[in-house]
Nanobody, 128 residues
Framework: QVQLVESGGGLVQAGGSLRLSCAAS????????MGWFRQAPGKEHEFVAG????????YYADSVKGRFTISRVNAKNTVYLEMNSLKPEDTAVYYC?????????????????????WGKGTLVTVSS
């Protein structure tokens, strides 16, 4: 089993920055890929960013490319999402998720279905 706990959400003005963290426990962190997803009010979950086991490959939704950066520190069992130039449309609950078996096709609408474990989420609110 894997437990995931997100932190770092909050209220920020448009143009500002936040860094989300996701602490993992329960299995060897370096053995699985990680992703960030978000759900805005009244909308479906959507893919935000993904990262492979070693951190050598990253994937982004077009809506966040160039503004968000995903990274991981395997020694700390933690994945991060650095968010810059935030926009009101980035307002959402952000979830980290673990892909233990390599089933996720990053960047597709169905990518969330390949994730095996999810955190409870952290709320990001961007004011205009």
């Amino acid at each position: 089993q894997v437990q995931l706990v997100e932190s770092g959400g909050g209220l920020v003005q448009a143009g500002g920055s936040l860094r989300l963290s996701c602490a993992a426990s329960g299995r060897t962190f370096s053995s699985y890929a990680m992703g960030w997803f978000r759900q805005a009010p009244g909308k479906e979950h959507e893919f935000v960013a993904g990262i492979n086991l070693s951190g050598s490959s990253t994937y982004y939704a077009d809506s966040v490319k160039g503004r968000f950066t995903i990274s991981r520190v395997n020694a700390k069992n933690t994945v991060y999402l650095e968010m810059n130039s935030l926009k009101p449309e980035d307002t959402a609950v952000y979830y980290c998720a673990a892909d233990l078996y390599g089933r996720t096709t990053w960047g597709t609408p169905s990518s969330l279905y390949g994730m095996d474990y999810w955190g409870k989420g952290t709320l990001v609110t961007v004011s205009s």
